[in-house]
């Protein structure tokens, strides 16, 4: 069965439990989404569900995108953005509307998204390094990552040491978040805890994979 869905993130709040304590949560506008193409095994070499959301005007779009959209007389709104879903049983067929009501609360998932961007930043904002010394006639070096040669053998810096860079941009799972809020009417569902990206973001739940 298919239990995933394309939402936005709307921002964070906290609702509170019967003993009063206060519980963090990321509200996202999940769907309502469109079944737009159905891969399977015989035909595609996988099984996967590919699902649409975000409707926006036709003119916005390519020929392309819009032809995929209408094709088999499927009456589905254009939508910008598509992902697919791998689902063994699909249960669902081009065309189908999927909305929050596919979860239920106290479901665990898995939820994808894209983090802010931060630039270029240094070593010391984007790995934690402790810089070098404020004294001893060191005026601007403070931030700097120090030293990292290994030598005349290998007379290199090997793959992987931790310096300045592109951060942030990039796509991160929250494992395991639990759904504490469900509103169908207006397409919301909340989790416990914080999700990846910036209001707005476009975000991917999908069931746990490790509950």
């Given at each position: 069965m298919l239990k995933g869905l394309i939402g936005k993130k709307i921002g964070m709040t906290q609702i509170f439990d019967e003993?009063?304590?206060?519980?963090?949560v990321t509200v996202i506008e999940a769907g309502p989404c469109y079944v737009t193409q159905?891969?399977?095994?015989?035909?595609d070499g996988y099984s996967a569900v590919q699902l649409g959301f975000g409707e926006v005007k036709p003119k916005r779009l390519t020929g392309g995108q819009l032809g995929h959209l209408k094709r088999n007389n499927l009456n589905i709104p254009p939508l910008k953005f598509l992902r697919e879903f791998r689902v063994k049983n699909p249960e669902v067929v081009e065309g189908d509307k999927v909305s929050v009501?596919?979860?239920?609360?106290?479901?665990?998932?898995?939820?994808?998204?894209?983090t802010k961007g931060?630039?270029?930043?240094?070593?010391?904002?984007?790995?934690?390094?402790?810089?070098g010394p404020k004294t001893h006639g060191q005026s601007d070096r403070h931030r700097a990552p120090g030293s990292r040669g290994a030598g005349t053998t290998p007379g290199r810096t090997y793959k992987g040491a931790r310096g300045p860079g592109h951060m942030g941009n990039d796509r991160v799972t929250s494992q395991n978040l639990k759904v504490v809020l469900l509103d169908a009417e207006r397409n919301l569902i909340g989790v416990r805890g914080s999700v990846p990206g910036p209001r707005g973001g476009l975000v991917l739940i999908k069931e746990a994979r490790k509950n």
């Open positions: 003993n009063g304590a206060a519980i963090p159905v891969r399977t095994v015989e035909s009501e596919v979860f239920v609360q106290g479901d665990h998932v898995d939820i994808v998204g894209t931060r630039g270029f930043q240094g070593a010391v904002k984007r790995h934690g390094l402790a810089g």
